[in-house]
């Protein structure tokens, strides 16, 4: 009963839009649209059926009930959606041949001897994996958090026994991590390319994979430096120094000699880099770059197809993303967008604001609305649109509007143990209550974008993005 009237909700936009009167400056094809736009984010929301399901049900509607198939199948053939999917299967690369592990290991034994410095070792970890990992949970909670919770048991912390022995430290850090590291690429969070998708849509701006980079990693390496003593202090473990050497030793004894197949992963995980960093000067797309990773990679036997199609996080990312955007550039092209920008304009009063008080006004309206969102997906298809809408009306530097936003995007799901698909996982080991999560995540969410827009903005004027 629960699924059927969920599903009622989703069906009512679809079918209220074509009874309401089509405002003035608007098509009567494109406001219906927005009906079934509406009622696909409902979808994605109330989620009475998986995403995958959702964006297929809406395309069948567009195809059939709108007669609009090639919209409907539009984005399937976009690079991003291709970059996005391939980026998975590059990440489920690293857990099946135990490369993403044995970084982890390698690093425990380098710089592990304390239990803060352990904290720093989960911090490099994520963050050297995040360029090839667009998956939060795949990254954090697929590789790092097996490691870490291991590690806390063999130190005799556990959920009911010595919880805040290391458990209760390696844990919120763990999520603090995560959504820091899923800001720094367009390649580090699923979201991000979504997020630039709709940038160029509504503001008409676009940026590189380099440029990216360059932009988030200062602001953005600053609180990975600052985060995990801040996370320490918060939740203060008992034990102070550990043994790493030994859990190391034991960790890469039971990974054994490193295999051929991590010898490749590991060349052309540099070789992607490389390929993604020079992007500007070889006009080899960021997209082409991942697609060719991947083809070697199934070349070279890394992975083999089977294991690709194993992948289902990457392959129902791709359907969902690839139909909602389909859908998006519906109502972009219907003109929705543009007369959203003026009818917001004759209505709010942020044009003429000070830029930098307006933008303040908007990120903290990104903050304050994550409370209400338990998906980034639905947060960022529902919310995104409207706040680029509200900048572009108002004039704002648009390349600095969307790194804040989507620094936003990540970060402010800190702020609850359910905002980010990793925060359940986490938070659900058991390690710590919801007042010491909420208190830690409300702390490092709040400084951290602070810092995105003070050092941020600043270093953003330095690149002449503004």
Request: with cysteine; net charge positive; hydrophobic share 50%.
């Amino acid at each position: 009963m629960e699924k059927l009237i969920k599903s009622l909700v989703c069906i009512i936009p679809v079918i209220v839009f074509w009874f309401i009167p089509v405002p003035e400056g608007l098509q009567a094809s494109t406001w219906h649209i927005l009906g079934l736009y509406l009622g696909t984010v409902l979808g994605v929301i109330l989620r009475p059926y998986p995403e995958p399901v959702i964006l297929i049900s809406s395309m069948a509607i567009l195809s059939v009930g709108y007669l609009d198939l090639k919209s409907a199948l539009a984005e399937f053939s976009s690079s991003t959606s291709w970059l996005i999917l391939t980026a998975f299967i590059i990440g489920h690369c690293f857990v099946i041949t135990g490369l993403g592990k044995r970084i982890a290991y390698l690093l425990i034994d380098k710089f592990g001897h304390t239990t803060l410095r352990l904290g720093y070792v989960s911090t490099l970890t994520d963050f050297i994996l995040s360029p090839a990992i667009p998956s939060n949970t795949a990254r954090s909670g697929g590789l790092v958090f097996p490691i870490f919770q291991s590690l806390a048991t063999t130190l005799d912390s556990y959920p009911d026994k010595n919880p805040n022995r290391v458990g209760r430290f390696f844990m919120t850090l763990l999520y603090q991590n995560s959504l820091t590291t899923g800001t720094l690429f367009v390649t580090s969070g699923a979201i991000m390319p979504m997020m630039i998708k709709f940038a160029n849509d509504i503001m008409g701006v676009d940026i590189s994979w380099v440029g990216w980079a360059q932009a988030m990693l200062v602001p953005g390496g600053i609180l990975l430096l600052i985060t995990p003593y801040v996370v320490y202090r918060i939740n203060t473990p008992e034990l102070k120094v550990v043994d790493n050497k030994a859990l190391a030793k034991k960790g890469l004894e039971e990974l054994g000699p490193m295999s051929t197949k991590e010898k490749i992963l590991e060349a052309l995980f540099v070789l992607a880099i490389l390929g993604w960093l020079t992007g500007g000067i070889t006009k080899i797309s960021t997209a082409a770059v991942a697609i060719g990773f991947l083809a070697l990679a199934t070349i070279t036997r890394v992975i083999d197809w089977k294991e690709v199609m194993d992948v289902k996080s990457g392959w129902s990312t791709f359907v969902w993303y690839s139909g909602i955007m389909s859908i998006s550039a519906v109502l972009t092209k219907g003109g929705f967008f543009t007369w959203l920008g003026e009818y917001l304009k004759h209505h709010l009063a942020l044009h003429g604001i000070d830029t930098l008080v307006a933008m303040g006004i908007l990120l903290l309206l990104t903050m304050i609305v994550r409370y209400f969102f338990a998906s980034t997906i639905a947060y960022v298809v529902t919310f995104v649109p409207v706040i680029f809408t509200l900048g572009h009306v108002a004039n704002l530097p648009a390349i600095p509007l969307l790194l804040l936003v989507a620094a936003s995007a990540q970060i402010a799901s800190l702020l609850t143990h359910y905002g980010n698909a990793v925060g359940p996982l986490l938070f659900g080991a058991g390690y710590v209550s919801q007042q010491r999560w909420w208190l830690t995540g409300h702390i490092v969410a709040y400084y951290s974008m602070i810092v995105y827009f003070v050092v941020g903005l600043a270093w953003w004027k330095v690149l002449g993005l503004w």
